[in-house]
């Protein structure tokens, strides 16, 4: 049995569906990723998911328990970290973190011991006596993670826990996520980080409320099939972007730092009719060649054949 699992999901808000017949199955110790652009019906889902947004249509299962008649039960094997944190800005850390283990943890001697495993683990220990109102934004987000998992849930929502954090934070929350999944908890979490997609075990991408690729990232990487991504460095990157932008061979353009992804029918037709052309605008280019796609250019490539119908 899946550790989460949903049959045509559906959430609708004003007649719109926020959330449009989502069907995920998810296996217990699995990372999954759930992404997709504003709006675009993540929250909404792991908020039906948690028990605490009845859906207008369709059923679901966490933990074994039925999201629509269970979710008292469900609510007691989960954790929750709301992309608001929920924390209590007039505790301080150590207050915080001995409310939310108290929650669920009659035992005050073996809730004392887990609030010092997490506080270790995500590094907590100097600001225990300060205030959540007075952390900085990053440390916040510790907090709220560090209160979501301290009772030891079996499966864990998170949503977006590392928005706007620095790398090495960031690299300190995926250990710890790491970990968890390796003793077998389940991971639910969003984020706008291609690079933290690439890290779970499964990614669904939702646009608009439907779920329009869910792979592991190797198998979305795949799917771009009828598409090729070239990679281009070239002295004048705005030149040659707008160039290239209305130029017939080019699908689509799009500025990754120095370099520009262009989307191609063929590859190996396109590179030379290209290198000509921007020769011909006195464009000297770096490189031209052609890379596998990344997570972000299907998802980007996925958005725009959704949005063109
Ligand atoms: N309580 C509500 N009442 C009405 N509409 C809502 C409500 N909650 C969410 N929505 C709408 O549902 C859609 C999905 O919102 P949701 O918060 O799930 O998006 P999201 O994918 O989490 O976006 P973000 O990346 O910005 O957090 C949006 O159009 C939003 O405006
Ligand atoms: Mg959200």
Avoid at 12 to 34: M, P, Y
Avoid at 236 to 245: I, P, Q, T
């Amino acid at each position: 049995m899946p550790a989460i699992s949903t049959k045509n999901l559906t959430k609708k808000f004003d007649r719109v569906a926020a959330v449009n017949n989502l069907n995920l199955s998810i296996e217990k110790g699995e990372i999954f990723g759930f992404l997709g652009p504003n709006g675009a019906g993540k929250s909404t889902t792991i908020r039906m998911l948690c028990g605490i947004l009845e859906p207008t249509s369709g059923e679901g299962q966490v933990g074994g328990f039925d999201i629509n008649r269970e979710s008292e039960q469900i609510k007691k094997i989960i954790g929750y970290m709301s992309q608001s944190f929920g924390l209590y800005q007039d505790l301080t850390v150590d207050e915080n973190l001995k409310f939310y283990s108290r929650l669920y943890i009659p035992e005050k001697k073996l809730a004392a011991q887990r609030i010092e495993t997490v506080v270790e683990l995500l590094q907590l220990g100097p600001y225990r006596k300060r205030l959540a109102a007075k952390l900085s934004g990053g440390w916040r987000q510790r907090l709220a993670l560090a209160c979501a998992v301290v009772h030891r849930p079996q499966i864990i929502f998170l949503d977006e826990p590392t928005a706007g954090i620095d790398p090495v934070s960031r690299r300190i929350l995926w250990d710890f996520l790491y970990e968890l999944a390796h003793g077998g908890t389940t991971l639910f979490i969003t984020t706008h980080y291609m690079e933290e997609a690439e890290r779970c075990n499964q990614i669904g991408f939702i646009w608009k409320g439907d779920l329009v690729a869910c792979d592991t990232p190797e198998g979305v990487k795949r799917s771009l099939v009828d598409e090729h991504i070239l990679s281009l460095k070239c002295a004048d990157l705005n030149h040659a972007y707008k160039f290239l932008r209305t130029h017939e061979l080019i699908k689509d353009v799009n500025l990754y730092g120095d370099e520009i992804h262009l989307v191609v029918a063929n590859a190996r037709e396109a590179i030379p009719l290209l290198r000509a052309a921007l020769d011909s605008e006195q464009l000297s280019v770096d490189s031209l060649k052609q890379i596998q796609p990344s997570i972000e250019d299907v998802f980007v490539a996925l958005s725009k054949k959704s949005s063109n119908g």
